[in-house]
């Protein structure tokens, strides 16, 4: 069973640089939700998805975007990565509202030099 | 809004003793869901235990016990018998009944360290 899968596990960027992060689950979920882990501060939510086709801002927005095309699949962008986007990043998935429960991915390492 | 305190920043035991993690949380709801993750060095993300406001049961899973008390709106976590293996971030998160779309509102953590 695999989950939530993130890819990939590390990236390293250069200021400046655009990349996506993929985030799949394979449980037919209809919530998907984008955190960053930064040392002290816990996590955050960045994005979040409700189902297929709709996304909305969480608590750390800014300089990130999202899309949720496909009911699996929760994409991550950063346009023109900033070293303050250096952080540990999670997707999760919760199959409906009265769940209540998330499912994580193993996570993304990314550096921004 | 939500919060969620995790006033521990890092706790060092020895092995075999016991140890309590504290959080506390904050909502406006009467109805809402409590959480506690765990964070072992590999990185991932493992959960605990689920708690509704409905039900103030303590409870027990081996070695692990959660007391939750809504008149001091905590949600404590105790390892008795503490091992090397429980070493690990722990997080308290916090979901409310809106929905829950929103995920969950998650505390700093708990750095734990069991020192052999």
């Known amino acids: 069973n695999a989950g939530v899968t993130q890819t990939p596990k590390f990236r390293v960027l250069k200021t400046g640089q655009s990349m996506t992060l993929l985030c799949a689950q394979d449980?037919?979920?209809?919530?998907m939700y984008w955190y960053r882990q930064d040392p002290g501060m816990g996590l955050r939510l960045i994005h979040y998805s409700v189902g297929e086709g709709t996304t909305a801002k969480g608590e750390v927005p800014d300089g990130y975007n999202v899309s949720r095309l496909k009911k699996q699949n929760f994409l991550l962008g950063l346009e023109s990565a900033a070293p303050s986007q250096t952080s540990v990043y999670f997707c999760?998935?919760?199959?409906?509202?009265?769940?209540?429960?998330?499912?994580f991915g193993s996570g993304t390492q990314l550096s921004v030099l | 809004a939500q919060k969620v305190t995790q006033a521990q920043t890092e706790i060092s035991v020895v092995e075999k003793e016991d140890v309590t993690l504290d959080c506390v949380y904050e909502?406006?709801?009467?109805?809402?869901?409590l959480f506690w993750y765990k964070q072992p060095p590999s990185g991932e993300l493992v959960f605990l235990i689920r708690r509704n406001s409905f039900d103030e049961q303590n409870e027990i899973s081996g070695r692990y016990s959660w007391n939750f008390q809504k008149s001091t709106s905590s949600f404590n976590f105790t390892i008795t018998a503490s091992q090397v293996v429980d070493s690990a971030v722990y997080f308290c998160?916090?979901?409310?009944?809106?929905?829950?779309?929103?995920?969950?509102?998650f505390g700093k953590g708990t750095h734990l360290i069991i020192q052999p």
């Open positions: 909502t406006r709801d009467t109805t809402y869901y």
């Open positions: 449980m037919n979920h209809e919530y």
């Open positions: 998160a916090l979901s409310d009944s809106g929905g829950g779309a929103d995920g969950l509102t």
């Open positions: 999760a998935s919760m199959r409906a509202a009265y769940s209540k429960k998330l499912f």
